[in-house]
């Protein structure tokens, strides 16, 4: 009985591992069949040496592996396995635009494939000009489609664009001013520089806008800030020219000036880069009028104090003011110019000027201009003389009396008063009596 019973244990065990081992080997059969696989035999490129810019051929030798023959793909007119190339990172996106992303046939005809022939197809890119000599990864994606719905997943398989060379490579360089150190209140200082291609390809309708970081460095003359170029071949240069003006508010230090390079290909694809260059600004002394003091009336002496502040950073020596007097003004100077000497950072220092206000000069506030000069810093090696058109403002409050009409009434009177004495006198000498 227990024999019997053994007998029907091992037989229920063995068919038990039949019916793993056949389901092993059906799932092993089944699985090639139910899913097909997209294969990379090779790739081609055209040029074989890329240079950013170029416009590439990518021809493409693919395969499908395993096609599911129980659904009868094979040979059917209602399935087509379709191909794409596209960019498979954020970097190849920026710089590698693809042309013709479902490419054109070779070798093989239609858009079918059958399990183990290799097809080429040909697809159109094109590589950024800035685009980097870097490997750009890209992805061929392939997918079946029965009557132009798509089934299952997409298959792909990845590779790389080797880009070897740069190709337009524009930038400034080699910058340099006239004169040679730049500080505030320099008006059409020279920059120049060079624009140079280092790349491996020719760039066309180049302009050039210079901009600063600072709204006191303009430009000297209208659209002096801009430049066209034109045409620049690979492994040239051209030289550049720009005139600024810096103004007296400009403070010392680095400021950085900006250029807008805007450029083409020789295929017409526009471009632009930005490029930021440093420039120093020197100190130097700044002398401004911080306070005038003086008034008179018109026909009298006057006596003016300006009081002249250096609010830069240097040293101002040898400080003189004159005044340029127009000859319309209703005044007149012995000494129009005053010595002050040193005056350092920070520091007042005093002009006192003398003059005489005409009778004609009308009651109200009159412009003086002021020229005022000083010798820069010498004990840093700054010997420049600098010169600051000033203002300063003197008031006529009215008309003064006139003496020489008080000294002519005063005359009068005294020779009247002398007369009318004389005539008194005479009449008391005629009227006494005369002695015998």
């Given at each position: ?315 101002a020596n040898a400080v003189d003011v004159r005044i340029i007097r127009d000859s319309s003004q209703p005044f007149a100077f012995d000494i129009r110019t005053n010595f002050i000497g040193q005056i350092r950072p920070n520091e007042t220092r005093t002009a006192v000027f003398e003059f005489d206000t005409l009778s004609s000069a009308e009651e109200k506030l009159h412009q003086f201009q002021l020229l005022i000069r000083a010798q820069g810093d010498t004990d840093k090696g700054d010997s420049s003389i600098y010169t600051f058109n000033r203002r300063a403002e003197f ?42």
């Open positions: 009985m227990k024999t019997k019973q053994n007998k029907n244990q091992n037989k229920l065990i063995y068919t038990q591992w039949i019916k793993v081992l056949f389901g092993a080997l059906l799932v092993l059969i089944i699985i090639p069949l139910s899913f097909s696989q997209l294969e990379l035999v090779n790739v081609y490129f055209d040029p074989a040496i890329i240079t950013a810019g170029d416009e590439v051929d990518v021809v493409i030798e693919y395969r499908a592996r395993n096609v599911p023959f129980e659904s009868n793909q094979i040979g059917s007119g209602e399935y087509t396995y379709q191909v794409r190339l596209i960019a498979d990172s954020e970097l190849a996106n920026e710089h590698i635009t693809i042309i013709d992303s479902s490419g054109k046939d070779v070798k093989g005809g239609g858009s079918g494939i059958l399990q183990g022939v290799t097809y080429n197809k040909v697809f159109r890119i094109k590589v950024d000009t800035n685009a980097q000599a870097l490997n750009y990864p890209l992805k061929l994606e392939g997918q079946w489609f029965r009557n132009n719905v798509a089934q299952r997943n997409t298959e792909f398989v990845r590779f790389d664009l080797p880009v070897k060379k740069e190709g337009i490579i524009l930038d400034i360089a080699g910058i340099s001013s006239m004169p040679n150190k730049i500080r505030p209140g320099n008006t059409e200082v020279l920059l120049q520089a060079h624009l140079e291609n280092s790349g491996f390809k020719t760039a066309q309708s180049i302009e050039i806008l210079l901009e600063s970081e600072s709204s006191g460095i303009v430009a000297s003359f209208s659209n002096n800030n801009r430049q066209w170029v034109g045409l620049l071949d690979e492994k040239t240069s051209k030289p550049l020219q720009f005139y600024i003006d810096v103004r007296d508010s400009v403070q010392a230090g680095v400021h950085n000036l900006y250029f807008t390079i805007n450029y083409k290909d020789m295929d017409g694809n526009s471009y632009t880069k930005n490029s930021t260059i440093p420039i120093i600004i020197e100190s130097r002394p700044n002398l401004v009028v911080t306070h005038v003091e003086g008034s008179s009336r018109a026909g009298e002496k006057a006596q003016m104090i300006v009081e002249i502040t250096n609010i830069g950073e240097d040293i008031e006529v409050s009215g008309q003064a009396p006139n003496i020489f009409i008080t000294i002519g009434v005063g005359v009068v009177i005294i020779v009247v008063v002398l007369f009318v004495i004389a005539l008194i006198n005479r009449k008391r000498t005629s009227s006494s009596p005369q002695k015998k």
